[in-house]
């Protein structure tokens, strides 16, 4: 299975997004962070040691805050809103980063620079080829050997989809609409310098965690003979060397 389903082609709206949902309590976010963005603030860590990491796309960069030092670490927005939120997260937490506003598809930054480039919540809301070109532009800042990390969330496991769906349907879906996307190998079809080191899927308790309780009950229920996949697909590609041509 590959691919996606359901590309729509609707502009987000971050700004006015970001204007009606603004940061809660940051310190009780610092003391509670999800569990999709612990697993994930781990692996970004063991990939990136005391490299230098970027997230692309960083809302509030609560996950890169999670992956602490010694990384070197920067944030890239292209709304003020999220590289401001990002500050003055980290200002609360007392750590520090880089910062800078840019586009996704076009970022302000020189080839081959990070150890680990990545970004999470964030691709699902592109059209196929916009992702293609956020996951180029992804490759091209990661230096030869480093890693390019994208994370979505999970629209192949079934709980978090019929909550999705339902919430949708109800009009109280409080996100921007997602694509439903198992992994990029469309989009990096024949790309030869990326190689998928592999699709994982974790956070299987935050798959419930969108679901009213009566919903929650049934889903665990079945569960337990269906096993399903956690809320967040964790794809991890690493950079190979340009062929030289022949």
Known sequence: MSGTCGDFRTPVDWKTFYKK????????????PSEWQLHLAGQVRDAVGGGSLLEAGCGLGLTTFLVGGPARRFLMDR????????????????????????DLLRMPFPDDVFDVV???GVLEHFDLPDRKTALLEMLRVTRT???????IPNHYSTPYRYAYLL???????????ENKIYDFTEE???VRTARCLGRQTVARKTAFSFLRRHQRMIFRLLDGFLRFEGYLTVLTYEKLPVEAPR
Do not use: S
């Open 21 to 32: 949902h603004p940061p809660a309590d940051l310190p009780a976010l610092l003391r509670r």
């Open 79 to 102: 709304e003020q809103a999220a590289v401001g939120m990002a500050r003055a997260l980290f200002a609360t937490g007392g750590q520090e980063a880089f910062y800078a506003c840019g």
């Open 118 to 120: 990545y970004n999470a």
């Open 145 to 151: 050997g480093g890693r390019v990390i994208a994370a």
């Open 167 to 177: 919430k949708r349907r109800r009009g109280t879906w409080p996100y921007p609409d």
């Open 188 to 190: 990096l079809a024949g």
